[in-house]
């Protein structure tokens, strides 16, 4: 089995004590550091933006996945990119022109990835697969850390291993909410490339050692 990249979502991190968290990130097996953020609107909970993303940039030594659960996210793609994103993470369901969105965030020298909430279906994808470098299936609706996994993810992710196949794209597939070694592994042998993990990275006694887990799932 492919090892899975593990992307710790900073949610779930200390935010009177951020440093030691990055800090922690930067020497584990994580591939990317997971940055939500929410506007309280598209999703009924406001986390951070561009002031906290800056800072973790000074210090992160792995690039920053940036995970927009905002309205008009197309209105901020240049203001990510200077605070240091290198993926760009857009809601197919905050999109309504999302070829024109993905190029923008391309132009702008990041890697472009779309998101689809659970109720979304894979297929609505079928047309711009080739264009995208990521996409994020949700496994729990967006919001929140610490909530239940949806288990109709594991058919979602097969659907899309499928057409990336199909499309024959370089296309990864990222899974997000709720990720832990059960539904981790299980994500994995269905297909996905790359496990975004909160609270049960950080909730951990040791997250350094968790994520190397994840990573060896
Ligand atoms: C949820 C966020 C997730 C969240 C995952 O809206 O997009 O990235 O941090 O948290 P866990 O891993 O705790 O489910
Ligand atoms: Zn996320």
Not at 4 to 20: D, G, V
Not at 76 to 93: D, K, N, P, Q
Not at 175 to 201: C, I, M, Q, R
Request: net charge negative; hydrophobic share 40%; aromatic share 6%.
């Amino acid at each position: 089995m492919i090892k899975p990249k593990i992307a710790p979502s900073i949610l779930a991190a200390n935010f009177n004590n951020l440093e030691k968290d990055i800090q922690m990130i930067n020497v584990s097996e994580a591939e990317f550091i997971h940055c939500d953020v929410m506007d309280g609107v598209f999703v009924p909970n406001i986390s951070f933006g561009m002031p906290i993303i800056q800072h973790v940039k000074k210090i992160a030594e792995k690039p920053l996945d940036v995970h927009l659960m905002i309205v008009n996210p197309e209105n901020f793609i240049e203001a990510f990119a200077e605070a240091g994103a290198s993926w760009l993470t857009v809601h197919y369901e905050t999109c309504p022109h999302l070829h024109r969105t993905v190029n923008h965030i391309r132009e702008n020298g990041m890697k472009a990835s779309v998101c689809l909430n659970p109720h979304t279906p894979v297929r609505v994808l079928e047309d711009i697969i080739s264009e995208l470098d990521m996409v994020l299936l949700m496994s729990v609706n967006p919001g929140f850390g610490g909530q239940d996994f949806i288990h109709h993810t594991y058919k979602k992710v097969r659907q899309l291993k499928k057409l990336i196949l199909e499309s024959k794209s370089q296309c990864l597939i990222e899974v997000d909410g709720g990720v832990n070694y059960v539904t981790g592994k299980k994500l994995v042998e269905a297909g996905a490339d790359v496990l975004v993990a909160g609270s049960f990275v950080f909730g951990s006694e040791n997250p350094e050692e968790t994520i190397r887990n994840l990573r060896n799932i």
